[in-house]
């Protein structure tokens, strides 16, 4: 079973700040919190990830809470092209087998 | 290569015929997934390689579908006497230092 919780879905209106919530309440100390997204027909795509500190890039942010009991994604400034699946999840290592739970679906409104 | 290659990229098939799907995966790169992704669901977990440990085929949906992966490198998916429900995206992902990289896809029809 995924060890994630996602809403299904989220709206954002364009030029706002798109914040996504993952619960994941039973992760233990050493798995990693990934972020990847899926826009129609293509292959996932990596975003972010983090262990215990937030963290940035040039795509997004990930603010991780002091019991590392759930997170959020932020995309600063949304646009209609950052419409896609956000999937969270969250795995150890390489030897992790990664399972996926069914994300959320984010729609940016012009 | 510089990324994971999936072929053929589209596979329109008639029901009851075998087909092959094929994953390159990133050099260097141990681990090896294979997901399925029916429209408008989620990403399901097929089966995992790592290294030269025995692969978990735990998410294989039937003894129609099968996996093998030649050398440490290549993959090959393949689905017998194909199915109408087995139509959908079948993505490849490999796996190295935690960074996970997904191929594009095939998409399998079954008509």
């Known amino acids: 079973d995924a060890k994630t919780t996602q809403p299904p879905s989220m709206d954002c209106a364009e030029g706002r700040a798109a914040n996504l919530p993952c619960n994941h309440s039973t992760i233990s100390g050493n798995e990693y919190v990934y972020w990847y997204r899926q826009i129609h027909s293509q292959g996932p795509q990596y975003i972010i990830h983090g262990l215990k500190n937030n963290e940035t890039n040039e795509m997004a942010s990930l603010i991780i809470t002091e019991d590392r009991k759930s997170s959020t994604l932020i995309l600063p400034h949304a646009t209609l092209r950052d419409t896609a699946v956000y999937y969270c999840?969250?795995?150890?290592?390489?030897?992790?087998?990664?399972?996926f739970g069914k994300g959320t679906r984010l729609h940016i409104l012009p | 290569g510089a990324g994971v290659s999936q072929s053929p990229s589209n596979k329109v098939t008639e029901k009851g015929k075998d087909v092959e799907l094929r994953c390159d995966p990133i050099s260097g790169h141990t681990a090896l997934y294979w997901y399925r992704q029916s429209l408008g669901q989620g990403l399901e977990f097929l089966i995992y390689?790592?290294?030269?440990?025995?692969?978990?085929k735990s998410g294989l949906p039937s003894d129609r579908f099968s996996a093998e992966r030649t050398g440490g490198s290549v993959s090959t998916l393949t689905i017998q006497r194909t199915q109408q429900e087995d139509s959908a995206v079948y993505l490849c992902a490999s796996v190295r230092l935690g960074g996970y990289t997904f191929g594009s896809g095939t998409r399998l029809t079954v008509v």
């Open positions: 999840i969250a795995f150890r290592t390489r030897d992790d087998k990664i399972i």
């Open positions: 390689f790592q290294g030269n440990s025995a692969p978990d």
